[in-house]
């Protein structure tokens, strides 16, 4: 605090703690499937397969952006900001929004979309407010408490479905050949996540693992980040019918067998 004015925020100050409710995390499995012999040593084979996680962990901010209404126009921060990113989205220039032009200046709306265009074009209001309190162009406690930056902590507020269905195609060896066909349509849907195995999203350089709403779990509700609708895959394995016993050199000499009899192709 300076001269009564806390400057936590444009010194990047934050805290990290961990909820003292803090759960357990568990998930629910289910599956189910059937097989079926088919004519020429095929086997058919399908499996529903589920689970949903539960109490996992996620990040939440305490001092999460604030949806602050603009006392002169009425107009709340995120419909302002809003309607920028859907106009640098679309490539046209933003109406003026009245939030912005009341609080920052007149043109306001205009400067944000310019100099700001990057976190606007992803929606990201969190760092977008935090910049323009961090550089004086938003009054003290405007979008963003001046204390801390954020106030992080662990929680149990994430959570993930996951529904597929498993198919394959198996043929069983029989002259000298055998695979496997398998496809999978599947939908992994969450409120946070991030492409790697990585909880604090440090291998997507942080820009996943958090609740966007510590209030409301469910309103970044969508696709996992690593969510795959289709997947194909197979995998072969062929005899080549050369060597001893084989369609093509049964009698030849053990010496020449061991160098070229004997031998597969496979390949996945």
Request: net charge negative; proline share 4%.
């Amino acid at each position: 605090v300076t001269n009564g004015v806390a400057q936590g925020l444009a010194q990047n100050a934050f805290t990290y703690n961990f909820d003292n409710t803090l759960k357990t995390p568990y998930s629910e499995t289910i599956s189910f499937g059937i097989q079926r012999e088919l004519p020429g040593n095929f086997m058919f084979e399908t499996t529903y397969f589920g689970r949903f996680g539960r109490r996992l962990l996620g990040q939440a901010d305490a001092g999460q952006v604030t949806n602050f209404i603009d006392p002169a126009s009425g107009q709340s921060l995120s419909s302002a900001f809003g309607a920028i990113t859907q106009a640098v989205r679309a490539g046209t220039t933003p109406t003026p929004q009245p939030f912005f032009e009341n609080q920052i200046f007149p043109g306001g709306t205009q400067f944000v979309a310019g100099a700001l265009s990057t976190y606007v074009a992803k929606g990201d209001i969190a760092d977008a407010v935090d910049l323009l309190g961090i550089y004086g162009y938003l009054a003290p406690g405007v979008g963003l408490g001046p204390q801390f930056v954020g106030n992080i902590y662990i929680t149990n507020k994430s959570f993930s479905d996951y529904n597929g269905l498993l198919t394959s195609l198996h043929k069983k060896l029989s002259h000298g050949l055998q695979f496997d066909f398998n496809y999978t349509y599947s939908h992994s849907i969450d409120n946070t996540s991030v492409p790697g195995n990585n909880f604090s999203g440090e291998s997507a350089n942080f820009s996943g693992g958090m609740v966007c709403d510590a209030n409301d779990v469910r309103r970044c509700r969508g696709n996992s980040e690593f969510d795959m609708t289709h997947l194909i895959s197979g995998d072969a394995v062929y005899d080549l019918p050369v060597g001893r016993g084989r369609a093509l050199g049964s009698n030849m000499p053990r010496v020449l067998n061991q160098i070229i009899g004997g031998w597969q192709l496979a390949g996945i």
